[in-house]
Each structure stands twice: as C-alpha cells, then as structure tokens.
C-alpha cells in the first residue's frame, strides 16, 4: 500500500466524509478547525505523505505531477469573521476569509484594515502567508504591520497561538510576525487576529498600491546555497518547525 492510500484510508476513518475531495485529481482536505487540521497534519507524519498549504488557489494552484503523492489542504472552510471587538480595535477572521470582504463588514463598526482595500483576490490567510505588501508615500507597508495574534496549526500537527491583543504585550521578538511571508511551509493560519483603526483613516490610504507577490524571493531564503543571516535563519526556522519535512518545497 502506498503511503498517499494509506494516509487517505485514515482520514476516511478519522474524520465525516465531505472533508475530502479531490480537485483535479489531487486529494484534497477541508478543515473546519484548528482540531481537524491538526488530525490530518499528525496522521500526514505518521505515513510520511507531504502536504501542500492552498487559501484559494490563486498564487499557486496544486495541480500536475509536482503534487503527486501528496494531499492538499484548502482553507476554504475556515471562512468565518469570528470576532470584531470596536472598542480594542482588533478583528479576528477565519484563514479562508476573503481579504476583500473584510471591510465590508468592519463598516458596519467604522472600522477599517487598509490592506482590505487592494486588489488581492484571496483568503486572509493566504495574503499573510505570501507577504502581501503595499507602497504607500514610498514607505513600504506589509500585512504583517497588522497582525496582532494567529491560530496556527504547525507541521508536527501542535496548535499555537503566538501573539496578543493587548496594545502592549510581553518584550521579545514577536513570533507570529515569523509566518509572514511563510507561503504555507511553516503551518497553516487557521484564524488571524488584525489591528484595526477607525474608518476615518481610509483617507490617509488613499494612495496605497499593492506590490507584486514574489514566491522565489521567500524560497530563494530557504536556498542552501544562500549565505545570507536572515536565509540561515529561515532555514532553522524551518528545520524546526517541521523536522520530517511534511510541507515539502513544491
């Protein structure tokens, strides 16, 4: 039996049917919760089968031989705007939230994300794991600004949850800020937590253009090769992260 029959029979035994499908031949898993992520993601290292991270599809669509063998996770269940609390001026959404949607409904509380605001077709989870940035007066302005707090399921299948609402948190380096750009290879972003500002703000934004999404600068880090710091220690990172290597680079 082959590693990729054997992981697939598991998660027919683990988990209700509809949370696999397969899409243009891939198999293809749909999490409801941080819980059934990380069922599949133990169950993935247990039979040694590689996993492949997608929001929507947009920037890398999971499809050829390059993803034979392995399984796809889909983040398109986990849909939901979990939490808008006005008064601390965060936002919590579910990783398979449209990015775009987001502000449609912070509206509604005068609220405002600027990044909501570009073009990007995506999942919010996909545009913090490709890095979405914008140039706004020059300044360069990432996602990762405004995000606060994640729920993230790791490679070994642990869930974590780095990072804090408060205004003023803990000193220290701040981990959630790691899988930023991260392009699905360090964990899968079950829920974000953003800072947001009061709509008023929008019009400081006005200006903002969304910059290209580059994938090979991010892979280009993990690059043996690349003698670099901040390469050497994205390489560590993700030694660390997943040691049997279940989100392989495709």
């Not at 939230?97 to 990044?115: G, I, M, S």
């Not at 490709?130 to 996602?143: C, N, Q």
Request: glycine share 10%.
């Amino acid at each position: 039996m082959s590693k990729l029959k054997q992981l697939l029979e598991a998660v027919g035994q683990e988990f209700p049917d509809d949370r696999l499908t397969y899409q243009k031949s891939v198999p293809t898993f749909h999490p409801e919760n941080a819980r059934e992520a990380a069922g599949l993601f133990r169950l993935a290292n247990k039979c040694g089968v590689g996993m492949f991270i997608t929001g929507f599809g947009n920037n890398v669509d999971p499809v050829g031989e390059s993803f034979a063998g392995m399984i796809s996770v889909r983040t398109d269940r986990l849909n939901r705007l979990i939490e808008v609390a006005p008064e601390d001026f965060f936002a919590v959404v579910g990783g398979g939230y449209p990015l775009r949607e987001l502000n449609l409904n912070l509206a509604e509380h005068r609220l405002y994300l600027p990044h909501s605001d570009l073009p990007y077709v995506g999942s919010v989870g996909g545009a913090v794991a490709t890095g979405l940035s914008a140039t706004l007066f020059d300044h360069l302005l990432p996602i990762r600004k405004y995000v606060i707090k994640a729920e993230i399921v790791m490679p070994t299948g642990e869930i974590i949850t780095p990072g804090s609402v408060c205004f003023k948190s803990v000193s220290g380096y701040d981990i959630v800020k790691i899988f930023s750009p991260s392009w699905g290879l360090f964990g899968l972003l079950v829920s974000v937590t953003f800072r947001v500002m009061p709509d008023s703000a929008r019009v400081e934004y006005a200006t903002m253009v969304q910059n290209a999404i580059d994938r090979e600068a991010f892979l280009g880090s993990l690059d043996e090769a690349n003698g670099d710091i901040d390469a050497v220690y994205s390489r560590k990172i993700r030694s660390k992260f997943d040691p049997d290597g279940v989100l392989p680079i495709v």
